[in-house]
């Protein structure tokens, strides 16, 4: 994780840009779809995983949801709060796998949009984030869909791809690994996260382009 840390640390400053400049067109898609998801199960306390520079974070608070947002990278971290009084936190997934209390819990509902580049400790996080939730609570994950293998002619098997910010506009540099999964291995993996019920929306562009996965992971007791 912490190369991952330090590519986003190097490439805060463009990353803000590409965000504010709306350079990356599935956004328009990807954003709203996530927001449907989210303001359909009609949770109130939120934490946002991963929250990057806050653009989620902050739709939320000014929908009148109650958020928090949590970073492991604190440029990212200082831009949000320029941006929004929302509590925006310094911590790692080792931190909440370890498991720290996450401040303001216990949750609705945990969100993790476009976060998730790990291949181990997976399960471990998720579990122990279903940890801070109330009993009827429920975790989000956004992430790329799985057709971008093939689309990148790559094996549909899931690995490891080398460069995270390929294909973005922009100066990015040092780009991190990140490790991909196929839909099934998706489903295998989730499936260790205990007395939970999962299902699987499929984000697609007006011509029908798949473009992501959003995964709902819902407790049972």
């Not at 520079?53 to 200082?78: C, F, R």
């Not at 002619?153 to 506009?169: A, M, V």
């Not at 299902?199 to 996965?213: A, H, R, V, Y």
């Amino acid at each position: 994780m912490n190369e991952i840390i330090t590519s986003w640390e190097l490439n805060a400053a463009e990353w803000i840009k590409t965000i504010s400049d709306g350079s990356i067109s599935s956004r328009q898609f990807t954003n709203q779809a996530i927001l449907d998801v989210i303001l359909a199960l009609d949770s109130n306390t939120i934490i946002d995983v991963g929250c990057g520079e806050g653009w989620l974070t902050t739709v939320l608070s000014n929908s009148g949801k109650q958020v928090v947002g949590i970073d492991a990278v604190e440029a990212l971290l200082q831009h949000a709060r320029s941006k929004s009084d929302v509590p925006f936190l310094k911590m790692t997934f080792e931190e909440i796998t370890s498991g720290i209390p996450i401040p303001h819990g216990p949750f609705d509902l945990a969100v993790f949009n476009f976060c998730l580049y790990q291949k181990d400790g997976l399960t471990d996080l998720l579990t122990q984030t279903k940890k801070r939730l109330v009993k009827t609570g429920a975790i989000l994950i956004q992430t790329l869909h799985p057709y971008f293998l093939m689309e990148q002619q790559l094996p549909y098997e899931s690995q490891w791809l080398q460069d995270s910010w390929k294909g973005l506009d922009g100066n990015f540099t040092n780009g991190h690994h990140w490790f991909a999964r196929t839909f099934e291995d998706w489903h295998t993996e989730l499936q260790r996260i205990p007395d939970t019920k999962i299902s699987f929306k499929e984000i697609t562009n007006t011509c029908g382009k798949p473009l992501s996965l959003i995964i709902t992971i819902k407790k049972t007791t």
